[in-house]
């Protein structure tokens, strides 16, 4: 039982080039998330997806884009790079189950966008 | 809007100090307000919840709705409390969960 898996855990890219960040949980949740953490800002939503099939715009949405593959699959997408976006990307799930709420997080990606 | 403040980006206490980490928060509604803790090198998780009002790893945190605070205090540090701590909000499921900037707990030996 890995939890949440993130990859890749390192990536450098040029302004311009695009890339897919990988996200799947084995834990059977229902809700996915994408985050950004940036020195001084905490953790911000970038897009959520409350179920399969269904993705919605969170607090930072702006040059990403996301897919809810399947149930266990989150991926988000930076089309075109910007040094803007350097960051460390984080995905999460939770659990259906009211009793036990919380996030459960990966590892985290760490982007630097030059 | 929501809100969450952790004015202390970084805290350094001393081993058997007491710790409080501070949050405040501004929302309209009734909130849940959650610590999450990220060890180094390992991912954050959830310390404690306020609806449990648990103590994990000797952490308490009490909702204080009068002054919109959630702090969170230990009576003695340990060294392996050195970690980042994010406190977090929560209203209307969890696509609405703001996290304040985080603080940094130090505890010197």
């Known amino acids: 039982n890995a939890g949440v898996t993130q990859t890749p855990k390192f990536q450098v890219l040029k302004t311009g080039q695009s890339m897919t960040l990988q996200c799947a949980q084995d834990?059977?949740?229902?809700?996915m998330y994408w985050y950004r953490q940036d020195p001084g800002m905490g953790l911000r939503l970038i897009y959520y997806?409350?179920?399969?099939?269904?993705?919605d715009k969170g607090e930072v949405p702006n040059g990403y884009n996301v897919s809810r593959l399947n149930k266990r699959e989150f991926s988000l997408r930076l089309e075109s790079a910007a040094p803007s976006q350097t960051s460390v990307y984080f995905c999460?799930?939770?659990?259906?189950?009211?009793?036990?709420?919380?996030?459960?997080f990966g590892s985290g990606t760490q982007l630097s966008v030059l | 809007a929501q809100r969450v403040t952790q004015p202390e980006k970084l805290l350094s206490v001393f081993k058997g100090a007491p710790v409080e980490l501070k949050c405040n928060y501004s929302y309209s509604g009734s909130p849940e307000l959650f610590w999450y803790v990220q060890y180094s090198r390992q991912r954050l998780q959830l310390l404690l919840r306020?609806?449990s009002r648990e103590s994990i790893k000797g952490f308490t945190a009490d909702l204080n709705k009068g002054e919109t605070s959630f702090h969170l205090k230990k009576p003695f540090a340990q060294e392996e409390d050195s970690a980042m701590y994010y406190c977090a909000l929560m209203s209307g499921g969890y696509q609405k969960v703001t996290f304040g900037i985080g603080t940094k707990l130090q505890v010197i030996p």
């Open positions: 834990m059977n949740h229902n809700s």
């Open positions: 999460a799930s939770s659990a259906p189950d009211a009793t036990n709420e919380k996030l459960f």
């Open positions: 997806s409350a179920s399969e099939g269904t993705t």
């Open positions: 306020h609806i």
